[in-house]
């Protein structure tokens, strides 16, 4: 009876489940890839508009929306901006 149980050094007794099936192994290492894939999947999902692009063409938008004011506001003089594209 006493050898069924482990001793462990801070005194749990666990019996660890001796039969481990196909089934049971194979979600054990489907949860444990998920795990390690989940932190990317996440970040890619918030940040979903920078890599599609959708970030840039809102800086365009407000770049040209700067050069479209100081031109209204300095008249006619030409206002050079430093070409980010580059």
């Known amino acids: 009876m006493v050898s069924e149980f482990n001793i462990k050094s801070f005194g749990f007794n666990v019996i660890p489940d001796k039969k481990m ?4 192994a194979a979600k054990t290492i489907e949860n444990a890839m998920g795990a390690l894939w989940e932190p990317v999947l996440d970040y890619l999902k918030t940040n979903e508009n920078v890599f599609s692009g ?10 040209m929306q700067t ?3 100081g031109t209204i ?6 206002i050079r901006n430093i070409d980010i594209q580059s």
Do not use: H
């Open 21 to 24: 099936t196909k089934e049971n």
């Open 54 to 63: 959708d970030v840039n063409a809102e800086i365009q938008r407000l770049n």
């Open 67 to 69: 050069m479209q004011l």
């Open 73 to 78: 506001v300095n008249g006619s003089q030409e």
